[in-house]
């Protein structure tokens, strides 16, 4: 795919939350970083203040519609405490843009997401009621994602481009792209999902354990405890990081009642892929001159999700970083006494510094 693809992201939203327009932004930002050489794919977000020029012959909104909805590929809706200017025909701007976008490209091409922090003091009511019965007319009609802090919603809207992509993607506008898509093996994922592939895969028991009780959700990744059962946004969390990696093919289902998950072969491939890059960090902490070693019990105690690396486990994985030049290695009678980056290995971290890991939030881990 020697020409690429380029996808347009409408940012929707009344003025309030112009600090989560921001975010939206850094976040598809990142993805380029990550994605674009890859997948010879750029997306570009689409913003009112940006984007828009001052034309004449018909409704504000209409206008703005006609200039920038119609060449868009997905839509992002963020709203919290003003719904917005009604038009001619809708509630406001954002809900007819919503509404339009829908119609035309799909519901599963627009992503909507509500704040549910305190309002501000100056707020006016009747907008807050106005997002309040738009959100309740929206329940049975589609999907949309609570979030509080501009970090969560951060976090949360990069687990929703993912998806999003993906489905862009694969549709029958981009078959081009979908074809390298599906070549590729780089995914940008979520901290918690990072944490699940390496947690499952460090262990003798390779899996994912899910179990619903009464209490509610309890989440294992191998032996590794994850969520803080009854918490219903820690659990949402960790099962959103597991709903990735089911959806790019890195697990599957085991059973019937989506209790067991286990790694596939891609699965277990990027789990190695995230060790290598766990163990270059670590060995960088521990080393304390660019030419001293770091010894081998040392490397093991991690912290890694709360528990040491088995001797086998780590010594395969230091021996494949030294095949690959990441770093340099002392045997000793069979096994390695220690390990030191080097240029290459120094080169990897800073390469994969997006890369993010969630903390296990389990007492019991």
Not at 20 to 29: K, L, N, T, W
Not at 332 to 349: E, F, P, Y
Request: aromatic share 8%.
């Amino acid at each position: 795919m020697q020409n690429g693809t380029f996808i347009r992201v409408f940012i929707a939203s009344p003025g309030d939350v112009h600090l989560e327009r921001d975010e939206a932004c850094r976040v598809i930002h990142n993805w380029n970083a990550a994605h674009s050489m890859s997948r010879s794919v750029l997306i570009e977000p689409v913003r009112v203040e940006s984007h828009s020029h001052a034309v004449q012959g018909g409704h504000p909104q209409d206008l703005i519609n006609s200039q920038l909805l119609d060449r868009c590929d997905l839509l992002v809706a963020i709203l919290w405490s003003r719904l917005g200017t009604p038009t001619n025909s809708d509630l406001s701007g954002t809900v007819q843009e919503i509404r339009e976008f829908s119609e035309t490209k799909g519901a599963d091409r627009v992503l909507i997401f509500f704040c549910d922090r305190a309002f501000p003091n100056s707020c006016d009511l009747t907008q807050v009621q106005a997002v309040r019965d738009f959100k309740d007319s929206i329940k049975s009609n589609g999907l949309y994602t609570p979030y509080t802090e501009v970090g969560d919603f951060g976090s949360l809207f990069r687990h929703q481009l993912d998806l999003a992509m993906n489905r862009i993607l694969e549709s029958s506008e981009f078959t081009a792209a979908a074809d390298q898509v599906n070549q590729g093996t780089e995914v940008v994922f979520l901290p918690e999902a990072n944490t699940i592939l390496a947690a499952a895969s460090m262990s003798s028991r390779p899996a994912v354990m899910m179990s619903s009780m009464l209490s509610g959700t309890e989440l294992y990744a191998g032996e590794v405890g994850l969520n803080i059962t009854g918490d219903e946004r820690s659990e949402a969390r960790w099962e959103g990081g597991l709903e990735q990696l089911e959806s790019c093919g890195f697990l599957k289902d085991a059973g019937y009642k989506r209790e067991v998950f286990r790694l596939t072969k891609t699965g277990f491939e990027a789990a190695d892929q995230i060790w290598y890059i766990l163990v270059l960090r670590q060995i960088e902490a521990l080393q304390t001159h660019e030419y001293s070693y770091v010894n081998f019990d040392d490397i093991s105690r991690g912290p890694f999700f709360g528990k040491n690396l088995g001797v086998a486990f780590l010594r395969e994985k230091l021996q494949r970083l030294a095949s690959m030049k990441q770093l340099d290695i002392v045997p000793v009678d069979g096994g390695i006494g220690g390990a030191r980056l080097n240029d290459i290995g120094r080169k990897t971290i800073r390469e994969h510094s997006f890369m993010e890991f969630a903390q296990p939030e389990s007492c019991e881990s």
